[in-house]
């Protein structure tokens, strides 16, 4: 972790000062470009003028050899105005290059001033000798080939001066190539910088997304254990709660029964419907609830389908698993009487179970009906459930919130068990509700 | 042996509860059965009893509060249960007896005939040994 820490921090560094040099590049490379567009300019300007001083002798010359020829003053104007602005030129040659004149250019522009003076000089006094009449002295000054010599002077000097420029010129140009050059690596390299920057960040995100999956699986599996853990808890719970009731079972019934035999099968036939109860909340998934109709069919149906008819009728009502044993406790001491002495004992007899929700405020209530119907003579002193079958059931319904009603009708037993549901619709959890 | 006693059951599972009934009812006591801990805080301030059966856990909640308030009024009483730290819950009351539930039915008759005679040497069982 710790070297990859410091792997990414010397990149980050090593990008931080590519793009400090970069922008620095390009900082300087924009005032070279700047600098040699002012250079450019006042060389294209020097150049001007130098040009100016050569056009101007030729033409203060050409003029004046014009006129001499032909004597027509309209060859005087080129001469006027080639003598005046020739002087103009050197000054204005002196006034730009001013302070920063090299000395090879001082000597270059000496010359140039020198020359310029003879040639100005040698043409006002031959321009002087013609218009004195003196036109053969004027003609004669002019063969000296002083001029010509002053002239060429002129040329050569300028004309060095305007090379000079050219190859600033030219230098400069090549720096402001080279600055170009390097503004174009700068960028390229600022791109790659970036791109690299932008796949490191694209790396790091699927990285961390990758992280975070980790992560979610690892919660996801603290989640599932815990859920294993907890179940192993539960069923560890109802192991015990059922080894519990089954051992009450038996102690009471073997309490109650004096005969080994009639006890032995009580007992049997109790466990039997306790298992039969719990097998329908104890499946791998270990499923937590089951409904009224299941228990009644697992404990009633099996039980007296060779002896009578039944008919069960219902809305769904759930039964959490803590209440499994009492309701199968109450149905099967319900059965175990039927068969005894109600519709199970006589010919073409029906229990009808039937349930129905009131929702009365200030909760809904479940009304199950348990009702026998003989078709033939009941013998109405038949007993109840023994005194035994009462109290359990009694308790049983206790630990329901319940209360019962019995009667016994004409054709038989009638059995009203009244049960409070919760919001859900479901049977109440006693201690729950306590809390409330 | 435990004649015209009167017993305090608490216990949640209604054939567990109805079993200990019957337990101390064949030994000639008298019982009261909770099977929540709101009706025996009401049925423990309301009555005397000689001695109380107590489950640990009821539906989710403990019947500690049960056990506070047999304890102020001095009704011996011993717990009956699978699931409780068993060492705690005995110190906690005065080495009150811990039996694992399911309790074997002669031993919690003796212990009974123990609280309610005054037999155990302490107010709330027979120290641990």
Partial sequence: MTKRFSVLNTLLIVSLVAFLTCVLTIVLAARAEARFRDQASQAF????????????????????????????????????????????????????????????????????????????????????????????????????????????????????????????????????????????????????????????????????????????????????????????????????????????????????????????????ERVFALSRAHALTSSIDMQQQTTLSELVQAIVASQVKDHCDLHMDGPPVTVMAQHVTPIGMILHELTTNALKYGAGSCDGGLINVTWTINKDDPGQELKISWQEICAKDVDLSAPGPDGFGSRMMAISLTQLRGRSERRWAEDGLNMGILLPLDDHGALKDRNKAETQ | MLTEKKILIVEDEAMIAFDLEDVVMSRGATAAVCLDVKSALEKAEACNFDAAILDYNLGGHTVLPVADALQRKGIPFLFNTAVADFENLSARYNGAHVCRKPANEAELVRLLVQLTNNLAGGAFGPKPA
Avoid: W
């Avoid at chain 1, 063969?143 to 002129?154: L, V, W």
């Avoid at chain 1, 995100?205 to 599932?224: F, I, P």
């Fill in chain 1, 45 to 268: 300007d020097v150049m001007q003028v130098l040009d100016g001083i050569i056009v101007n002798s030729l033409n203060a010359e050409t003029g004046q050899r014009g006129y001499f020829l032909t004597g027509d003053e309209d060859y005087l104007d080129p001469y006027r105005v080639g003598m005046r602005d020739v002087v103009g030129h050197i000054d204005t040659f002196r006034e730009m290059a001013g302070d920063e004149i090299t000395p090879a250019q001082a000597e270059k522009l000496a010359r140039l001033d020198t020359a310029t003076r003879v040639k100005v000089g040698e043409l006002q006094s031959s321009m002087q000798l013609f218009q004195d009449g003196k036109i053969s002295a004027a003609l004669d000054l002019v063969r000296t080939d002083a001029g010509k010599a002053a002239m060429d002077e002129i040329r050569e000097t300028a004309g060095l001066l305007i090379a000079e420029e050219q190859a600033l010129l030219t230098a400069g140009r090549n720096e402001a190539q080279r600055a170009r050059v390097l503004v174009l690596l700068c960028v390229t390299l600022l791109v790659f910088v970036s791109m690299f920057g932008f796949v490191l960040a694209l790396r790091n995100l699927g990285r961390a997304q990758k992280l975070g999956l980790v992560e979610e699986q690892a919660r996801q599996l603290g989640e599932e254990r815990e859920r294993t853990d907890l179940l192993a808890r539960e069923l560890n719970h109802r192991v015990k709660n059922l080894f519990a009731i089954v051992q009450s079972i038996i102690s009471s019934t073997s309490r109650q029964e004096t005969d080994a035999r009639v006890a032995a099968t009580k007992i049997r």
